[in-house]
T-cell receptor
Framework: DAGVTQSPTHLIKTRGQQVTLRCSPK?????VSWYQQALGQGPQFIFQ???????QRGNFPDRFSGHQFPNYSSELNVNALLLGDSALYLC???FGQGGLGVYGYTFGSGTRLTVV | AQRVTQPEKLLSVFKGAPVELKCNYS??????LFWYVQYSRQRLQLLLR??SRESIKGFTADLNKGETSFHLKKPFAQEEDSAMYYC??????????????FGKGTLLTVNP
């Protein structure tokens, strides 16, 4: 089992552009959460997807949107990129209606986004 | 609002010494507390959660609701314990709040 897979691993974009990040959850997991980790900070919750719907959202602007597909994979889209969006974006999967599951999240390695 | 504070950004100890990584939280309801660890060049992984009440790799953590703390302890640190440690909080099961709130992390270095 490859665990949580994220692509791409690194990305450089220009201010104002749009970006799409992808995540395949661990086999058997049905819930996907996205986190933003700025340098020197802990991960910050962006949103969580369950049953193809956004179940909860953190304090992020509408420029951040997402999607979950029937196979439980997910995308994170960010429009009108700002320099401050430069960060590591982590995907975490889990199983269970409670959002976190019995064993907690399984994290991916992340996508490093640099906005120039 | 949920908040997690890890007062130490860096912690350095010698091998064999006791180690304690501090975590304080703020939450009005009943929380679930976790410790996550990230070893060099590896992904973030769950170390332990308070409801399990188990010891993982010699680490333990007790939830102190009176002091709103969840400090991580190990009696004898090993060099392989060197890593970034994150304390995290989630509202207890139930309701519609699934958000996991992380502290800023403590970088533990165990010197030989």
């Amino acid at each position: 089992d490859a665990g949580v897979t994220q692509s791409p691993t690194h990305l450089i974009k220009t201010r104002g552009q749009q970006v799409t990040l992808r995540c395949s959850p661990k086999s058997g997991h049905d819930t996907v959460s996205w986190y933003q980790q700025a340098l020197g900070q802990g991960p910050q919750f962006i949103f969580q997807y369950y049953e193809e719907e956004e179940r909860q959202r953190g304090n992020f602007p509408d420029r951040f949107s997402g999607h979950q597909f029937p196979n439980y994979s997910s995308e994170l889209n960010v429009n009108a990129l700002l320099l401050g969006d430069s960060a590591l974006y982590l995907c975490a999967s889990s199983f269970g209606q409670g959002g976190l599951g019995v064993y907690g999240y399984t994290f991916g390695s992340g996508t490093r986004l640099t906005v120039v | 609002a949920q908040r997690v504070t890890q007062p130490e950004k860096l912690l350095s100890v010698f091998k064999g010494a006791p180690v304690e990584l501090k975590c304080n939280y703020s939450y009005s309801g009943s929380p679930e507390l976790f410790w996550y660890v990230q070893y060099s060049r590896q992904r973030l992984q769950l170390l332990l959660r308070h409801i399990s009440r188990e010891s993982i790799k010699g680490f333990t953590a007790d939830l102190n609701k009176g002091e709103t703390s969840f400090h991580l302890k190990k009696p004898f640190a090993q060099e392989e314990d060197s890593a970034m440690y994150y304390c995290a909080l989630k509202p207890h099961s139930g309701g519609s709040n699934y958000k996991l709130t992380f502290g800023k992390g403590t970088l533990l270095t165990v010197n030989p």
